[in-house]
Each structure stands twice: as C-alpha cells, then as structure tokens.
C-alpha cells in the first residue's frame, strides 16, 4: 500500500515545481500506471516514494510506515527499478544481486533460490557472471528488475519498465506484475505507452505539470464517456480537442 | 512454576541453537563450532592440567589447609564472575526479545527469574570445569576425607552465587552504559572488550596480591622447594586467613567441606546455604527494578514494526558495503590506481629518505648514525616522522577524499538502500582506514627498520595513524556528501581542482599542530629530567586524544549523514 498526501518537491533553483500538492493512494493487490508526458513528475514521484529524493512537504507512508519517520523499515519493504541504467559497472551481475540481498538482509538460502528463479525467468541465467559494464541496455533494465524482487517487497515500484525490453521479456515482465498484485502485493509503474497501460493496470493516474489531473480505475473510464484512454490522456494533458 | 520451567528451557536450550537458514547450513555450523570447541579444549588442555597438578602439590603442602581451600573457591569464583558477567550482561540485562516476551502472559518477575536461572546454569558450567581443575586436585594432593568429595557437588551448586550477585551488581551499570549506546554497533562491541579486557586484567591483578607475591623474598627456590613452598603456604595462610572471612558465604562452605564432625558440617553446610540464599534474594531485589527499566527503554525503542520478514539490521551489511565498494574501485583502473597509488608512494618516500640521510660521509658515518646516538632521538624522530606522515597519508588517499563522487550516478541506489547513512559513510571511512593502515604499517615497518627507531614507538606510530587517518577521513567524506561531484564520465578530470585534498591537507596541518603541542612539554621535560615515563605519557595523551578526535569526527559525521544524503538531487 502506498499513501502520499499532499507532496510537492522542487528542485535546487527551479522556478516551478516538479510536483505539486500530490494526494494518492494506492491499495494492496493493485497494479496502478502513472501515466505523463515527458517532465510531467513522474520519475519525480516515483524517487519519493523509493526514499530517493525527500519531499519539501506533504506525507508518504508505505504499508503504514511514514518514510520520513522510519525510513529504514519503509525502503526495506519497497523494490525499485530505476529508469536509468547506472548500475555498479564494475560488478558482476551475480556479485551486485548478492550485494542488494544483503543490504535487504534477505538470508542466504532464500537470495540463493530467488535469484535462480527470476534469473531463469529473464534468461539472465548465463549472463550473471560476466561484468555489469559488459550488459546491453535491456539486460541491465532486467538486472533491475531481478534485483528489485530478491527481497519479496510489498511495494514494487517501476519506472518505465517496458522500454528497452524485448516482447518476450516484456510479456513475462507484465505477466510478473500479475501474480505479485494478485497475492497481495503494490505494484506501482509510469509509462507513456498508452497500449500497455491500458492492458495491464487496474487503476491509472495522469500527471501533468507536476499535479494530478485524472485517477481513475479502467472500467470506469470505458464505461463512463465512452473515451478511450488515449484521448482521455490527450484532454488531460492539454492536447485534445 | 510450570511456566517459569518451561521458560528456563525455552531460554536455555535457545542459545545453543544456531540461527542458520537452512538445515544443511545449521548442521554445518554445528560441526564447525564443535570442532572449534575441540581445538580451544585442545588448546586449553596443557594450562588445565599444570594448573591441576600445581594444586595438587599445594593441596600435599598444605595438607588440606581451610584457608588455602578458601583462597582457591575464591579462585574458582573469580573465573565465574569473570565469564559470567558478559552473560549476565547479554542473558540478562541488555533484553533483546523485549518483544518477544511481553506478549507472553508471564508475569515480569518470572521471566527475570527465569533468565538469572539460565545465567546460572551457564555459571554452573564454567564452575563444573574449574572445580575439575581446583578443588579436585587440591582434596586429592590434600589427602582430605570422603566428606569433601562428597559435598563437592553441594560446592559446585553453591559457589556461583558470589560471582552472580557481583556480577549482576557490575553489569547493571555497564549494560545501562551500552544500552546507551545500542545503536552504535562499534562502539557496542568495542565497549564490551574493553570491559572484558579490564575484568581479566582486574582478576589477574588480584590473584598477583592475594597469593603469588607474598614468598618472593623467602630465598631460593632452587635451594630447598619443599621448605620454600612451605615458606609460602604459610604466610599465604597468614595472609588469607585476614581476608578470607569477608567472603562469609565461602568461608562456611570451605568449614563445612573440611571440618572435622558430621554436626559441625551439617551446621556449617545449612549456614552457608542460608547464606547463599540471602545473596540471591538480594540479587534480585536489586535488580529486578533495573531489568524493568531496562525493559521499558528496549521495548520503548525496539517499537519499530516488523519488517517484511527480514532482519533489516544484519551483522554483514557494513562488511559487505566495504567488499563490494573495493571490488568496485580495484576494477576501475583509473579509480584503482589513484586509490592505491599511495600504498606504494609512501614506502618509496621513507626509502629514499633512508638513502639521502643514512649514506655515510667520507668519515664512515651516517647522518642517521650520527644522530641516533642523541639520547633524545628515539623521543623526537618518531613525532616528526608522524607529523610528515600524516601530512602525505591524508593528502594522498583518495579512497578517503572522495568516496561520494566516486558513486558518480549510481548514488541513488545507495539512497534507496534500507541501510542507515551513517552505516554507508561508516564503510566507506573504513575501507579508506583499511587500506590506510596497510600502508602505514609497511612503512611504520620500513622506519622502524632503516632508521633504528624502537618498535614500540614504531607500534604507537601505527596507532597514531590510524586515529588520527580514520577522524580526518570521516571529515573529508562528511565534506564529499556536502558538495559531491555527481555525473562525471572521467574520475581523473572530475577530480582537477577538487577541494577536498586541500582539505586533508589543512586537517592534517590541524592534527600536526595539536600533536607538536603535545609532544613537546613531554619531550623538554624527558630531556630535562629523564625518565621513560614522560615518553610513555606523551604517547599515552596523544593517542588519547586521536582516539577523541576520531570519535568526535565520526559522530559529526554520522550525525549529518542523513541530512546531506537527503539534499542530494539525482
Ligand atoms: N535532477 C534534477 N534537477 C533539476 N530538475 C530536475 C531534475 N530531475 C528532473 N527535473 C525536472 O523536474 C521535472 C519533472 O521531471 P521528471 O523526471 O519527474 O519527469 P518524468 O515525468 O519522469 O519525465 P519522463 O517521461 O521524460 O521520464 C522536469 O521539469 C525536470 O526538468
Ligand atoms: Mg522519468
């Protein structure tokens, strides 16, 4: 479960705020989409929630804890896949996995068993010994991704997790996001790709400017104008007619 | 009752299982802890049985002597309390299933009692092998009746009452003391060998008075054993007999143990439990009060929520920061060279150094020759070869100057990391430290070698290093986050004009100033008056006051880390 109320940040010396008076929450067993053209906030949030960039106001609580309280027992229970690639380069896969399950204290034969499963599901399975430096784009996004569940989190928090994956892993990734929202888990991801939110998601936000312009769940907004998701966005966000 | 017994088994069976994750794992640390039981057993074995058979000999000296059986039941406590108040300590006082516990419905007294029992039988244990190796041989050695070895096992029940209540009263205020500090896993563990390390030196200081001093002066031991050892004996009996009546609970038992009809036994024998008794209800009136408190302050912080199943906190975190931070910069050959370009710079400076001074003249002497024959060298070229060391040691690491910019932009992993900051800075200081100490000991090693100088001062140099390198990298690393240089794409251009060796540098200044205005009074006054003593207090003080300053640092430092980590924008 994610909670943020009322959250804006600005940057250093910018004038406007990357996000504004943000109120949201999101329940357990959900898989919402964030969705936002570019610089709407998006990654902005997401830093918030993962305990990355510390709001200039306003509340977040994961799971009941506030991260401003407790931090440590709040970033413990959160997974997060960056949107960036800057992972250690100088590790091996194996060797970064086995770092992140220990600074999560997860015991040995657990990270051990997680780290064959979700290796096996990415194919990542040959590649874990070889350097980090040495991975395509996509087999770091991946590496991200395995690395964000070796902890089981009840909060998984993705930023744009769709680009740069091939469709069979893009297909398992989505499917992944299934099974953890339906035993209980938060999923929680931006995108700008309208087609996959729109299959994968229970509920959707649409940011703009750093505020929150529309939360809905899918249904609601099939049934209620008779819009589509893309033109609801293109109204939102100010392009539509 | 049944609860409290259910409890005592619950607590005691608990610390001898290991807390491995799997059933492969567990047996496999169970054979390896058995094996190192094993290897200590073995280790101990020789000290064991001299010791036995010196008391045997004792024990045939003195035909039995009350008093000498005393002093050794003392001797027996002293080991007790000494193993027994870390467990008291850690069993007892410092509660860490707080949380645990209290849900359980048993009332606070019951589980106290229950966990002094656990202490107990844990004390029985240390009892059971001094008794072994003590009293045993001494009855044997002493030719004493039936009736010792028969209250032997009366003995072994009764004799780690004394230790307890000494203990309990010692380790309340020391576990207040790490309580205090339960945060702080360094300062915890280090606390506590110093505590451990001041028990033994306290306990070794006592045997010295009590026994082992009193027969130096009676000849020659060479001359006539028997007679001497008998010398001994008997200003020892002298001697105990003064003392021994303070510890009453002994002197009974020891009276009962050997007096000479069954009733005076028997009376002697109900007296010292009595007595006995009486201790352990004053253990617990005492101390009951502070385990409450003690539980009030656990159970009031420790109310952080479970995790999600792990334990967040683990042992490893800090080790593994440090191994994997290594791994990372060994492998960047840029950042690896500029790290560990010292290792070899100072080496090579104290070599060259050695060539330019220790090269003798046309006259055959050496200027390193000529001025070690100065009584006053050995005083002041190690505080000068400090002072220039500190200057290059802390100029130079760049493991130590720039351990943020280093994370470049991957720094946002390491503020989504469950990891305290203070923890993360914490690793980063001490791989700096590591790698500084290895370096400062090859060339502690180089000076102590080529320029004649005493190892101890060598071996105090080396401290001083290591202090006084560890506080000022925990400034320059608190300096790194306060201003890091993120986003780079070359580690050496990003490092032109960076302000953070100038920094060391004036840190270092600082740190040689202090250290001249230490040394040197010490050092005038050792010229002036002569005496070992000044050199050692001038050492004692100094690395006194670089153990302050790291300590100091270091809490600047941890204190900050989380406001400065929250200011940095990625
Ligand atoms: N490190 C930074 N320093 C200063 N400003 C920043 C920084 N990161 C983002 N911003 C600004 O904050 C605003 C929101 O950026 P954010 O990265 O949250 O957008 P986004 O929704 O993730 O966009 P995208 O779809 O392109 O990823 C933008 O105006 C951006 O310029
Ligand atoms: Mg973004």
């Known amino acids: 479960m994610i909670k943020l109320y009322d959250v804006s940040k600005t940057y250093g010396k910018a004038k406007e705020k990357a996000v504004d008076s943000l109120t949201l929450e999101i329940g357990s067993g959900e898989i919402f989409g964030f969705l936002g053209p570019n610089g709407a906030g998006k990654s902005t949030t997401i830093k918030m929630i993962t305990g990355i960039l510390i709001p200039d106001s306003g509340s977040i609580e994961i799971d009941g804890v506030n991260i401003a309280d407790d931090p440590i027992a709040a970033k413990s229970r959160v997974g997060f896949v960056p949107d960036t690639h800057d992972i250690y380069e100088t590790l091996k896969g194996i060797e970064y996995l086995r770092f992140i399950g220990t600074m999560y204290g997860v015991p040995e034969a657990v990270l051990r068993e997680n780290i064959d499963k979700y290796a096996d599901l990415f194919e990542m399975k040959g590649a874990l010994g070889d350097m980090v430096g040495s991975y395509s784009h996509g087999m770091k996004q991946k590496l991200s991704i395995i690395a964000a569940l070796i902890h089981d989190p009840q909060v998984w928090v993705l930023d744009e997790p769709l680009t740069g994956l091939d469709p069979q892993s893009a297909y398992r990734l989505k499917k992944l996001m299934r099974e953890r929202a339906d035993s209980g888990n938060t999923v929680f991801f931006s995108s700008h790709v309208i087609d996959v939110v729109e299959k994968v998601c229970d509920r959707i936000g649409i940011i703009n400017h750093g505020k929150l312009v529309a939360v809905d769940t899918l249904d609601n907004i099939r049934q209620s104008d008779k819009v589509s998701l893309e033109s609801l966005f293109l109204t939102v966000t100010g392009e539509g007619e | ?570």
């Not at chain 2, 000999?57 to 027996?76: E, H, W």
């Not at chain 2, 100029?395 to 351990?403: A, F, K, M």
């Not at chain 2, 980063?428 to 101890?456: D, E, P």
């Open chain 2, 1 to 570: 009752m049944k609860k409290y017994l259910s409890l005592v088994k619950l607590l005691f069976v608990q610390q001898y299982k290991s807390r491995a994750s799997s059933e492969r794992d567990g047996r496999k640390r169970r054979v390896g802890t058995a094996v190192l039981y094993v290897i200590l057993a073995l280790c101990f074995l020789p000290i064991a049985l001299s010791v036995a058979v010196a008391i045997y000999y004792m024990g045939k000296v003195s035909g039995g002597d009350p008093y000498i059986c005393m002093f050794l039941t003392l001797m027996c406590q002293g080991l007790v309390f000494m193993f027994g108040v870390h467990a008291i300590m850690s069993n007892v006082f410092i509660v860490k299933d707080a949380d645990k516990l209290l849900y359980l419905p048993v009332r606070a007294p019951v589980i106290f009692l229950a966990k002094l029992t656990v202490a107990y039988l844990n004390e029985l244990i240390t009892t059971f092998v001094t008794v072994l190796v003590i009293l045993l041989p001494f009855g044997i050695g002493a030719h004493i009746g039936a009736a010792y070895y028969l209250l032997l096992p009366v003995a072994l029940l009764l004799i780690p009452m004394l230790p307890m209540l000494l203990g309990a009263l010692v380790a309340m205020p020391l576990s207040a003391l790490i309580a205090r500090f339960a945060k702080n896993s360094v300062i915890k563990t280090v606390l506590r060998i110093v505590i451990y390390a001041l028990l033994m030196a306290l306990y070794m200081y006592i045997v010295y008075r009590l026994g082992f001093l009193t027969g130096s002066e009676n000849g020659n031991i060479l001359d006539n054993p028997e007679a001497y050892a008998e010398d001994i004996l008997r200003e020892l009996t002298e001697q105990l007999s003064k003392v021994m009546v303070y510890f009453h609970p002994n002197y009974l038992l020891v009276r009962a143990m050997t007096g000479d009809t069954f009733v005076r036994r028997m009376l002697y024998l109900l007296a010292s439990i009595g007595e006995n008794a009486a201790l352990l209800g004053l253990v617990f009136a005492v101390s009951l009060p502070f385990y409450r408190a003690m539980l009030g302050m656990t159970a009031d912080s420790g109310g952080r929520r479970r995790m999600s199943g792990y334990n967040v906190h683990s042992k490893g975190t800090v080790a593994e920061l440090m191994r994997t931070d290594l791994r990372r910069t060994v492998r960047d050959s840029q950042m690896g060279f500029q790290s560990f370009a010292g290792l070899v710079i100072m080496p090579v400076i104290v070599v060259l150094l050695y060539f330019m001074m220790g090269l003798a003249d046309e006259g055959g002497t050496s200027f390193i020759e000529l001025m070690r024959v100065s009584p006053l060298y050995q005083a002041i070229a190690p505080t000068v070869i400090l002072i220039y060391m500190t200057m290059l040691n802390n100029g130079t690491n760049v493991l130590g100057l720039y351990p943020i910019s280093r994370e470049n932009r991957s720094i946002f992993m390491l503020k989504c990391l469950p990891v305290p900051f203070g923890k993360i800075l914490l690793a980063k200081v001490l791989l700096a430290t590591a790698v500084m100490a290895i370096n400062s000991l090859i060339t502690c090693v180089l000076i102590v070698a080529l320029f004649g100088l005493k190892w101890y001062f060598g071996l105090a140099m080396l401290c001083q290093m290591l202090t006084l390198g560890f506080g000022s990298m925990c400034i320059t690393t608190l300096a790194d986050l306060k201003c890091p240089r993120l986003g780079w794409d070359n580690f050496n251009q990003n490092l032109k004009n960076a302000k953070n060796s100038w920094l060391a540098m004036l840190v270092a200044l600082v740190c040689a100033v202090a250290l001249a205005a230490v040394s040197a009074p010490c050092i005038v006054l050792y010229a002036l008056f002569g005496g070992w003593y000044w050199l050692l207090i001038m050492w004692l003080v100094s690395i006194g006051l670089g153990i302050g300053f790291a300590a100091v640092a270091y809490r600047i430092m941890k204190g900050k880390a989380a406001y400065h980590f929250g200011k940095i924008e990625v």
